[in-house]
């Protein structure tokens, strides 16, 4: 018995031996966190690790998904503490900059030309949406935008056309009720607050216009101009206008879920949705969906063709043990073959543009996506991503007031620039 | 009494008490832990300002945050909410509860297990699983809510029953109630169990039936049960948080805004989190004057 309990303890010894040898001395575990519920991202992760072997067979990467609202949460305690993630998921724009400013984000652009280093994969342009004041802090692997997406057999059946402006879609939205005014022509989900603010996002741009929106935004603007322009009036009046005539009741109380529903049920046919809404439809059964953009907004600044879009990507956090083998996987997540696999996969519109024509069997709203990208002029980010964190919750509960009709479209302009210049006065 | 009496006794006496004190380590250590620490912290970090993505650059404001607080509209709100809650839940779901329970008790002869239990149920399932049940309920455009009101032709809110800022906060406090009203009921109906069948028959030669009886015997007999009831109430309604958060996330507007949603808006969304610490100091006091308070009234019950 004795002789039996000794060779099992001298098992476990080289057992635990072994181990130390062959993992201690070179491994280098890189966590990885992302947001989770993604088709595909399964297979797009096993791929990402053999990709980053064939580099560096001794990189481990260790894959954490994230729910959307806690990740928000959690990202931002875990960067300050000593365990968090090596690599991590972020949207580009005010919360991917707040991080580098607050020093929490690695400057990547010593890695860009390293060998696989994201330099060899991604445009300038690309490259330059995870910038801050220079330097490259993220890898905009990928990106989303918003379009109108529409029955094109309802349309055909009751001859109604595209609309190509703002008062356009206001006709359409009363055409759709004069047929039926049980139809909801644009169904509107704002229990969250933000789907409202791409909407505002988008008028903001097509009638008061990036050029004037500028210095507001980045609270740069002298005091007594800041967000003064009686142009931000007029867009939260078009909001007024389309809640009058194109949503459903109680839209501050129905989900944006059950609104995507209610398209892909073709109970409404119209929505107005983002580029992950496609495979959405499609996965609910509706696939003959057409898309159009936003309206220009006649007697606004731009000319329609300036288009909503916010780049995502990765992060290296600033704390990481192995800064080069986090930019590694950080680069190596745009490189050809997982940039592929990930418009693939889980339906990404990469930043790796150039091997969308290699895509097999893409479904005809990537296609579209794709092509209507190239096609625009420049972009716009959400406002929620965009604006300082207190303008930007200004402008959620704004939109909240001004559906409701508790506040008019000026009240919830003044309220906006009361907090704005006291964002500014504490910066 | 002998000596070595005295000394057995005394002995016994010190080992109780490092018995209790070694009893006693681990709670202490939980508590120091999670509660104290962090407690001793938040009023610490109430006196800075930094953000989630600067915890190592604190900016000593002193008492700015607690002023802040004083005139942030949003933050009475809150308050104002809480109270609300409070005092509505009470009674939701201790009033409710009672009848419940004094029907369960003396009221139905037959199916007692099977109301008890089915009442019960709400409490079994977790807090955000209920409020997305009431959402799909509440909503506006296919909830069951609205169909039965339209079925029978009553008026339903334009802005739905959870975008109205008139009337969200009470939507909430129906829901908290739904779920919560079982176990105040099977916790007064404990103590109803408690009274003896004799009072209420001496009750009866005297001449006290019926809501008499309930009002002059019942009632005064499980005060104690009942404070505890409302103890417990207090306590949920000031921590409120998942309920808000599920279903309104304290809007719209902020109308539906509650101490524990506000405090995490501020730290997670506007990244405040020296102001957020500021506005948990002051929840903090006021559930400490509020269990003071029950604590009193319990020891004179």
Same mark, same amino acid.
């Given at each position: 018995?004795?002789?039996?309990?000794?060779?099992?303890?001298?098992?476990?010894?080289?057992?635990?031996?072994?181990?130390?040898? %062959?993992?201690?001395?070179?491994?280098?575990?890189?966590?990885?966190?992302?947001?989770?519920?993604?088709? #595909?991202? &399964?297979?797009?992760?096993?791929?990402?690790?053999? *990709? $980053?072997?064939?580099?560096?067979?001794?990189?481990?990467?260790?894959?954490?998904?994230?729910?959307?609202?806690?990740?928000?949460?959690?990202?931002?305690?875990?960067?300050?503490?000593?365990?968090?993630?090596?690599?991590?998921?972020?949207?580009?724009?005010?919360?991917?900059?707040?991080?580098?400013?607050?020093?929490?984000?690695?400057?990547?652009?010593?890695?860009?030309?390293?060998? #696989?280093?994201?330099?060899?994969?991604?445009?300038?342009?690309?490259?330059?949406?995870?910038?801050?004041?220079?330097?490259?802090?993220?890898?905009?692997?990928?990106?989303?935008?918003?379009?109108?997406?529409?029955?094109?057999?309802?349309?055909?059946?009751?001859?109604?056309?595209?609309?190509?402006?703002?008062?356009? +879609?206001?006709? %359409?939205?009363?055409?759709?009720?004069?047929?039926?005014?049980?139809?909801?022509?644009?169904?509107?989900?704002?229990?969250?607050?933000?789907?409202?603010?791409?909407?505002?996002?988008?008028?903001?741009?097509?009638?008061?216009?990036?050029?004037?929106?500028?210095?507001?935004?980045?609270?740069?603007?002298?005091?007594?101009?800041?967000?003064?322009?009686?142009?931000?009036?007029?867009?939260?009046?078009?909001?007024?206008?389309?809640?009058?005539?194109?949503?459903?009741?109680?839209?501050?109380?129905?989900?944006?879920?059950?609104?995507?529903?209610?398209?892909?049920?073709?109970?409404?046919?119209?929505?107005?949705?983002?580029?992950?809404?496609?495979?959405?439809?499609?996965?609910?059964?509706?696939?003959?969906?057409?898309?159009?953009?936003?309206?220009?907004?006649?007697?606004?600044?731009?000319?329609?063709?300036?288009?909503?879009?916010?780049?995502?990507?990765?992060?290296?956090?600033?704390?990481?043990?192995?800064?080069?083998?986090?930019?590694?996987?950080?680069?190596?997540?745009?490189?050809?073959?997982?940039? +592929?696999? &990930?418009?693939?996969?889980?339906?990404?519109?990469?930043?790796?543009?150039?091997?969308?024509?290699?895509?097999? &069997?893409?479904?005809?709203?990537?296609?579209?996506?794709?092509?209507?990208?190239?096609?625009?002029?420049?972009?716009?980010?959400?406002?929620?991503?965009?604006? *300082?964190?207190?303008?930007?919750?200004?402008?959620?509960?704004?939109?909240?007031?001004?559906?409701?009709?508790?506040?008019?479209?000026?009240?919830?302009?003044?309220?906006?620039?009361?907090?704005?210049?006291?964002?500014?006065?504490?910066? | 009494?002998?000596? %070595?009496?005295?000394?057995?006794?005394?002995?016994?006496?010190?080992?109780?008490?490092?018995?209790?004190?070694?009893?006693?380590?681990?709670?202490?250590?939980?508590?120091?832990?999670?509660?104290?620490?962090?407690?001793?912290?938040?009023?610490?970090?109430?006196?800075?300002?930094?953000?989630?993505?600067?915890?190592?650059?604190?900016?000593?404001?002193?008492?700015?945050?607690?002023?802040?607080?004083?005139?942030?509209?949003?933050?009475?709100?809150?308050?104002?909410?809480?109270?609300?809650?409070?005092?509505?839940?009470?009674?939701?779901?201790?009033?409710?509860?009672?009848?419940?329970?004094?029907?369960?008790?003396?009221?139905?002869?037959?199916?007692?297990?099977?109301?008890?239990?089915?009442?019960?149920?709400?409490?079994?399932?977790?807090?955000?699983?209920?409020?997305?049940?009431?959402?799909?309920?509440?909503?506006?455009?296919?909830?069951?809510?609205?169909?039965? +009101?339209?079925?029978?032709?009553?008026?339903?809110?334009?802005?739905?029953?959870?975008?109205?800022?008139?009337?969200?906060?009470?939507?909430?406090?129906?829901?908290?109630?739904?779920?919560?009203?079982?176990?105040?009921?099977?916790?007064?109906?404990?103590? +109803?169990?408690? $009274?003896?069948?004799?009072?209420?028959?001496?009750? *009866?030669?005297?001449?006290?039936?019926?809501?008499?009886?309930?009002?002059?015997?019942?009632?005064?007999?499980?005060?104690?049960?009942?404070?505890?009831?409302?103890?417990?109430?207090?306590?949920?309604?000031?921590?409120?948080?998942?309920?808000?958060?599920?279903?309104?996330?304290?809007?719209?507007?902020?109308?539906?805004?509650?101490?524990?949603?506000?405090?995490?808006?501020?730290?997670?969304?506007?990244?405040?989190?020296?102001?957020?610490?500021?506005?948990?100091?002051?929840?903090?006091?006021?559930?400490?004057?509020?269990?003071?308070?029950?604590?009193?009234?319990?020891?004179?019950?």
């Amino acid at each position: 018995m004795k002789y039996y309990f000794s060779r099992i303890w001298a098992g476990i010894l080289i057992t635990l031996l072994s181990f130390s040898f %062959t993992s201690s001395s070179y491994a280098i575990d890189i966590k990885l966190w992302d947001l989770s519920a993604r088709q #595909g991202q &399964d297979e797009f992760y096993e791929l990402l690790k053999k *990709e $980053v072997k064939k580099y560096n067979p001794d990189i481990n990467v260790i894959v954490t998904e994230w729910e959307n609202e806690a990740y928000k949460t959690q990202i931002q305690l875990a960067l300050n503490g000593d365990d968090g993630p090596d690599v991590f998921f972020n949207w580009f724009g005010e919360d991917s900059a707040r991080l580098a400013r607050a020093g929490l984000a690695l400057d990547l652009t010593p890695y860009a030309d390293m060998e #696989g280093g994201y330099g060899n994969f991604i445009s300038k342009g690309w490259q330059d949406a995870g910038a801050v004041d220079g330097k490259i802090y993220g890898v905009a692997n990928k990106a989303v935008s918003k379009y109108f997406y529409y029955d094109p057999a309802f349309f055909d059946q009751h001859n109604l056309s595209v609309p190509t402006t703002f008062g356009e +879609l206001i006709d %359409t939205c009363k055409s759709i009720k004069a047929i039926d005014s049980s139809i909801v022509p644009w169904p509107m989900g704002n229990s969250e607050r933000w789907k409202l603010n791409h909407v505002i996002t988008m008028l903001n741009q097509r009638v008061v216009g990036a050029e004037n929106t500028k210095a507001d935004y980045a609270l740069t603007a002298p005091d007594d101009e800041l967000f003064t322009n009686p142009k931000y009036v007029e867009a939260w009046e078009k909001v007024v206008e389309l809640n009058e005539n194109c949503f459903n009741d109680a839209p501050n109380a129905t989900n944006p879920e059950l609104t995507r529903s209610m398209f892909a049920a073709q109970i409404s046919p119209m929505m107005y949705c983002g580029t992950w809404c496609g495979g959405i439809f499609a996965s609910e059964g509706f696939t003959d969906f057409k898309m159009f953009r936003f309206p220009r907004v006649e007697g606004g600044a731009d000319d329609g063709t300036v288009g909503f879009l916010v780049a995502e990507g990765m992060q290296v956090s600033a704390k990481t043990k192995h800064p080069e083998a986090a930019a590694l996987v950080a680069s190596i997540n745009v490189s050809d073959i997982m940039a +592929l696999a &990930d418009a693939e996969l889980r339906g990404s519109l990469i930043s790796n543009a150039a091997l969308i024509d290699q895509m097999e &069997d893409a479904p005809h709203w990537f296609t579209f996506y794709v092509n209507d990208i190239a096609d625009k002029s420049a972009h716009v980010n959400v406002l929620d991503v965009l604006l *300082e964190a207190n303008v930007s919750n200004a402008y959620l509960d704004m939109g909240t007031e001004v559906l409701n009709g508790t506040k008019s479209p000026q009240e919830a302009m003044d309220f906006i620039r009361k907090v704005a210049l006291e964002a500014k006065a504490a910066m | 009494m002998n000596k %070595t009496q005295i000394n057995s006794i005394g002995f016994s006496l010190s080992s109780d008490r490092v018995s209790v004190i070694i009893l006693l380590i681990p709670a202490l250590i939980f508590c120091t832990v999670f509660i104290f620490i962090p407690a001793f912290w938040a009023i610490v970090g109430s006196f800075y300002s930094y953000g989630m993505t600067s915890l190592n650059d604190w900016k000593w404001v002193g008492f700015d945050n607690y002023i802040k607080a004083s005139q942030d509209e949003f933050f009475w709100i809150a308050l104002k909410n809480n109270f609300i809650i409070v005092f509505a839940s009470i009674v939701l779901q201790v009033g409710v509860g009672t009848i419940l329970a004094a029907i369960l008790d003396r009221g139905i002869k037959y199916g007692k297990v099977i109301f008890r239990t089915i009442i019960f149920t709400p409490m079994v399932i977790s807090s955000v699983a209920v409020s997305i049940i009431w959402l799909l309920i509440y909503d506006p455009n296919f909830g069951i809510l609205n169909n039965i +009101l339209k079925a029978i032709g009553l008026p339903t809110p334009t802005m739905g029953w959870l975008g109205d800022p008139d009337i969200s906060i009470w939507m909430i406090m129906i829901v908290a109630g739904w779920q919560n009203t079982g176990f105040m009921m099977v916790l007064i109906l404990a103590g +109803l169990q408690g $009274v003896s069948k004799e009072v209420y028959d001496a009750a *009866e030669i005297d001449g006290a039936t019926g809501v008499k009886a309930f009002w002059y015997i019942t009632l005064p007999m499980i005060r104690n049960i009942l404070i505890v009831a409302i103890l417990i109430t207090t306590i949920g309604a000031f921590k409120v948080f998942e309920f808000v958060y599920v279903l309104t996330q304290g809007g719209p507007s902020n109308a539906t805004q509650v101490l524990g949603t506000y405090i995490y808006l501020q730290a997670f969304n506007l990244l405040h989190m020296g102001y957020a610490n500021a506005l948990s100091v002051i929840l903090l006091i006021i559930a400490l004057i509020l269990g003071w308070f029950q604590l009193k009234a319990s020891r004179r019950a």
